[in-house]
């Protein structure tokens, strides 16, 4: 309502600010006084006193700076006292705008009460570590969902300050430097959706044109530019737009399609690859996904702080073609599961992590657990990958060794092939969570059909003791209507050693009676 007065002059919004801000200082709490909740109306409240101070009596002013005082003096006990997980948590989007609304409340007062300076330093201190932390890739483990909230933040913070501090810590920051170009990748070929690894929607929270605007701004980035138009127009009225839209919006930005870029990208910090056969909607898209669970940057410094929305998904694949997903996850999920994601069991036991509502880092740091990426090579022709599971999985699995291959060829052939060790005799299952379509079992393997989009699966070489058909069930799904349109293919081995090939052969149209 504010930036609406400040454009019309229209008192009808001005009284309804004064409405909401006397109401909200009525409450004796705003949410828990601690986190989220409280720190979107400290933000909100404190911009809205900046912004409009002449328009306020004197009596209101004090009414309202008393409000501002209270909770911003919380969020900073809190802070500086390190009471609430995420006041050290410098990877989690939780301090991000709980540290940002402290701030920003720091500016609206600054002058005013002495308190301000402190608010503004300490957050100031917070940011330095946060821009310390931050994937150097320009990624994140929390998802595309949280990076949207999280980078709302963050640019929050760092544009309103600009005045004040320039922005050459963003500049010189490579997670700032290559986010946008993460986000671009992270799109579906029809760039409507985005992928759902870690607890993500398809579609993100925030934006994310404004933040995308933004980021094009500061770096003079066509592509950025681009991508927010191109998201939005293909989300038609589920678009996403905010006030921020026409603060960070720079007309002298023109938009780059990304033609000139490559169709792949390697996010190495946390070992994510995708690739697509083209920019065009019409094509085929991949996701593999392996590293430590907070990155390598984070594993290297001991760093496991703010991992509570990652998945116990270390060697999961995605496949989506010709706007169908045949191959998917879980998103967003109230109960952390290996079962949930294309990968192994071990005798019955998953990766470290998994079990609460929230991922357990502590079990991940008690057996030093990770994933890694051994071996990359791209060409024109093939994308290779290996990866060594190995030690990202509990003790009790009993795992001596799982190196996944992994291959893809743009003319739509993807291969995965697993090698598998275990310390002694048991068992091993592994899962394929398939689309909307339906599969059926066939002389050579499995047909996966979406209309007329779809796979066949060919068991090539060590075949499973047995595969079962089973509906899909994601465990701690947040969507209380699951999955029951869609199936899983749960491949169970009834022995220690694997060495297992997989061969799909995606096709479109008439080209499903072609034979491999």
């Given at each position: ?499 297992s090939i997989l061969l799909f052969k995606v096709f479109h149209g008439k080209e499903e009676g072609k034979l491999v």
């Amino acid at each position: 309502m504010a930036i609406a007065y400040l454009i019309t002059g229209d008192e009808i919004y001005l009284r309804g600010i004064k409405k909401w801000m006397r109401a909200l200082c009525s409450y004796p709490n705003w949410a828990s006084n601690e986190d989220l909740g409280a720190a979107h109306i400290l933000f909100g409240m404190s911009i809205c006193y900046d912004w409009l101070y002449d328009k306020f009596t004197l009596e209101e002013r004090a009414l309202y700076k008393k409000k501002i005082t209270k909770h911003a003096n919380i969020f900073y006990k809190l802070l500086v006292k390190g009471k609430k997980w995420w006041a050290r948590a410098y990877l989690q989007n939780h301090n991000y705008t709980n540290v940002m609304a402290l701030a920003v409340a720091g500016l609206a007062l600054y002058g005013e009460v002495k308190e301000a300076k402190t608010w503004i330093e300490v957050a100031k201190e917070n940011f330095k570590q946060v821009l310390y932390w931050l994937s150097p890739d320009g990624s994140t483990h929390e998802g595309i969902g949280y990076w949207s909230g999280s980078l709302r933040s963050l640019l929050a913070y760092f544009m309103a300050f600009a005045p004040v501090y320039g922005l050459d810590e963003i500049k010189n920051s490579s997670f700032f430097q290559k986010t946008a170009y993460y986000r671009l990748y992270m799109s579906l070929p029809d760039f409507r959706d985005n992928v759902n690894y870690a607890d993500s929607p398809y579609l993100d929270w925030n934006g994310p044109g404004y933040i995308l605007r933004c980021l094009a701004s500061i770096f003079n980035d066509g592509h950025a530019q681009w991508l927010a138009e191109k998201i939005e127009f293909a989300r038609g009225k589920k678009a996403r737009y905010s006030w921020l839209d026409l603060l960070w919006y720079n007309e002298n930005i023109k938009p780059v399609p990304p033609d000139d870029l490559p169709t792949y990208a390697y996010f190495d910090n946390l070992g994510i690859f995708v690739d697509r056969t083209s920019w065009s909607p019409n094509g085929i898209w991949v996701f593999f996904k392996a590293g430590p669970p907070l990155g390598k940057f984070a594993f290297s410094k001991g760093y496991y702080k703010g991992a509570g929305h990652v998945h116990p998904d270390e060697g999961n694949f995605l496949l989506w073609a010709y706007g169908k997903w045949l191959i998917v996850d879980n998103g967003y999920s109230l109960l952390k599961s290996t079962v949930n994601h294309n990968v192994f069991l071990f005798n019955g036991y998953g990766q470290l992590g998994e079990g609460r509502m929230w991922f357990n880092e502590r079990a991940v740091k008690k057996y030093n657990g990770y994933a890694q990426i051994k071996y990359i090579d791209f060409k024109d022709e093939y994308k290779y990958i290996i990866a060594d599971l190995t030690k990202i999985y509990s003790p009790e699995a009993r795992l001596k060794k799982w190196l996944r291959t992994w291959i893809f060829l743009p003319k739509g052939y993807l291969i995965i092939k697993d090698d598998i060790e275990m310390k002694n005799s048991g068992y091993a299952e592994s899962f394929l969570h398939l689309g909307r379509g339906y599969v059926t079992k066939t002389n050579y393997g499995f047909l996966y059909k979406d209309y007329n989009v779809g796979f066949k699966l060919y068991e090539v070489y060590d075949k499973s003791d047995k595969v079962i058909i089973e509906p899909t069930f994601f465990i701690g799904k947040r969507n209380k209507k699951n999955n029951n349109s869609r199936f899983t293919l749960h491949f169970i081995y009834n022995r220690s050693n694997i060495s297992s090939i997989l061969l799909f052969k995606v096709f479109h149209g008439k080209e499903e009676g072609k034979l491999v």
